[in-house]
C-alpha cells in the first residue's frame, strides 16, 4: 500500500472502472459456522484475536462493526518491533503483515464466530500473499493465535471450509502464533470511516461492511467512531 495521499490518485482510473462490480458482495451467503468452536462464557470479560487480511483499513472497518467487539486495532504482526513501522514494512522485508488486534466479549460473540467473519467478508483466504490491488507479503492472510485453543479452532475451521469446497480455491491462510503486535500509525486508525469517499475505501472497503451488515444482521453493529 502506497502512501495513503497517493494512493487513491494512482488507482482512481481503475476503481471507478470497478465500481460498477463492487456491489456483489453484500449479496452473497454467509459461509458455514465453525463445527469447533467454544461455547458463550457466562459472564463478561476481554479476550483478544488478531487476523490479518490485507490492508488494515478494511479489516478494522470490519470488525469495528461486530457486535461484541470492544476494540479493534490496526497494526503490524508477523515482525519485530525494530521494524514495526509503515515505511518499514511497505519494503516487505520485515516479515510483518499488516494485521487487526480485536478485543472482544467472549459473553457476545466466539472466536469461532469471529473467524467465520474473517473468512466471509473480511478478505478472500485463497488469495496468495496479496489482496486485490495490494501485492506483498505484508498483505498476507494469516491468524496469529494467542494461544492452543485459538489455533485448535482456527486449524479445524480451515479443514472444515476447504473439505465442504467453500471456496473455489484452496485457502491459503497462515496459522502462527502471536510474538507481537504492534500498533499502526495514528492515521491509519478508523481510516476507513474518516475516509469514505476515497476510491479505494469505496472499492476495497465498504463492500465489506455492507456484506457484514447484509450476512450478519444480528451481530451488526454502527460504528461512529471512538468517543
Known amino acids: 500500500m ?16 470497478l465500481l460498477a462490480c463492487s456491489g456483489h458482495a453484500a449479496s452473497k451467503t454467509p459461509i458455514p459456522a465453525a463445527k469447533v468452536d467454544i461455547p ?11 487476523f490479518a487480511g490485507g490492508c488494515f483499513w478494511g479489516t478494522q472497518a470490519v470488525f469495528e462493526r461486530v457486535k461484541g467487539v470492544k476494540q479493534a486495532t490496526a497494526g503490524y504482526a508477523g515482525g519485530s518491533a525494530a521494524t514495526a513501522t509503515y515505511d518499514q514494512v511497505s519494503s516487505e522485508t520485515t516479515g510483518h503483515a499488516e494485521s487487526v488486534q480485536v478485543v472482544y466479549d467472549p459473553s457476545q ?3 469461532g464466530q469471529l473467524l467465520r467473519i474473517f473468512f466471509s467478508v473480511a478478505h478472500d483466504p485463497t488469495e496468495l500473499n496479496r489482496q486485490g490491488p495490494d501485492v506483498g507479503t505484508s498483505y498476507r492472510s494469516a491468524i496469529f493465535y494467542l494461544n492452543d485453543e485459538q489455533k485448535r479452532i482456527a486449524e479445524a475451521y480451515i479443514v472444515q471450509l476447504d473439505a465442504a469446497k467453500v471456496f473455489s480455491k484452496p485457502i491459503v491462510t497462515q496459522i502462527s ?13 478508523d481510516y476507513a470511516l474518516h475516509h469514505p469517499d476515497e476510491p479505494y475505501i469505496m472499492i476495497c472497503d465498504r463492500p465489506k461492511i455492507a456484506a457484514l451488515k447484509a450476512q450478519f444482521p444480528d451481530l451488526f ?7
Open 109 to 111: 460473540i466466539t472466536y
Open 2 to 17: 502506497l502512501n495513503p495521499r497517493l494512493h487513491a490518485v494512482l488507482i482512481n482510473a481503475f476503481f471507478v472502472f
Open 40 to 50: 458463550l462464557a457466562r459472564n463478561p470479560g476481554k479476550q483478544t484475536a488478531v
Open 177 to 189: 502464533p502471536l510474538k507481537g503486535f504492534y500498533r499502526a500509525e495514528e492515521y491509519h486508525q
Open 221 to 227: 453493529v454502527d460504528y461512529k467512531g471512538k468517543p
